[in-house]
């Protein structure tokens, strides 16, 4: 049976969700933050470590104001209203990507960080303004200003994810097969698993049946 420490959730399908079911993307969007809630559960039931949730790409600025605007607020209230709970149930929340967002958001971001860095029951990395290829290019311009070597084990440190293992199942919901920029490194040898589910359909269920299914694959790591 495979070890599962880290699973990294690509949640994506909530504007078309939101559009077939309520006519507006944004009633997607809150939707989904039901099946985060799920799935937070259901991973720490399963004694996962971390979990990574792809919550809004470095790309995810071309999209209409007033959804990037809606998401963020979603986000800010999501946090302000159940950081306290998160921290109860032992759950350390760090956020990667760049906190470039409105200075009352990046202090929420800040503090709900260091309120929960002690705990350890589960690591949420909540991936917000994150981009595979920036996070590459800035580690690879810190080796350079640091006059290191460009060796795997340097470059890790510079990472968004260092000191986090690699994910080992990676979940992409919403019938769309490819990374968009999420963890490009970091999933060198994850399994990957495409739902057709949309995220706010997405549900422990499924989730638990992909657990099962990842902790029988034969992971070879390049070895027989
Ligand atoms: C993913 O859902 C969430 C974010 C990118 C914020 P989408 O908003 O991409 O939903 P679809 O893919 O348009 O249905
Ligand atoms: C990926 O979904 C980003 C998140 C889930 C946050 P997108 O919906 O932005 O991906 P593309 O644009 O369809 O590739
Ligand atoms: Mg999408």
Redesign the pocket.
């Known amino acids: 049976m495979n070890p599962l420490n880290h699973v990294a959730i690509?949640?994506?399908g909530n504007g078309r969700w939101g559009l077939k079911n309520k006519n507006s993307r944004n009633a997607g969007h809150k939707a989904g933050l039901n099946t985060v809630e799920k799935i937070i559960k259901e991973t720490i039931k399963n004694n996962i470590k971390f979990l990574t949730l792809?919550?809004?790409?470095t790309?995810?600025w071309k999209r209409p104001k007033k959804e990037i605007k809606f998401l963020f607020n979603l986000l800010e209230n999501f946090l302000k209203d159940k950081i306290e709970d998160l921290n109860k149930q032992k759950i350390r929340l760090k956020i990667i990507g760049k906190k470039n967002f409105s200075s009352q958001l990046n202090s929420l971001l800040i503090k709900s960080e260091k309120k929960t860095s002690k705990n350890k029951r589960l690591q949420i990395n909540l991936a917000l303004n994150y981009g595979a290829k920036t996070e590459l290019i800035n580690a690879f311009k810190e080796l350079k200003k640091n006059k290191e070597n460009i060796n795997e084990k340097n470059l890790k440190k510079y990472l968004e994810t260092k000191n986090i293992p690699d994910p080992d199942l990676l979940i992409r919901t919403g019938n769309?097969k490819?990374l968009?920029n999420?963890l490009l490194w970091q999933v060198a040898y994850s399994e990957i698993f495409f739902e057709k589910k949309l995220w706010p359909d997405f549900n422990e269920r499924d989730y638990t049946k992909m657990i099962k299914k990842f902790r029988s694959i034969k992971r070879n790591f390049g070895k027989i």
Do not use: G, K, P, Q
């Open positions: 690509i949640m994506d792809y919550a809004f790409s790309e995810n769309t490819r968009s999420f």
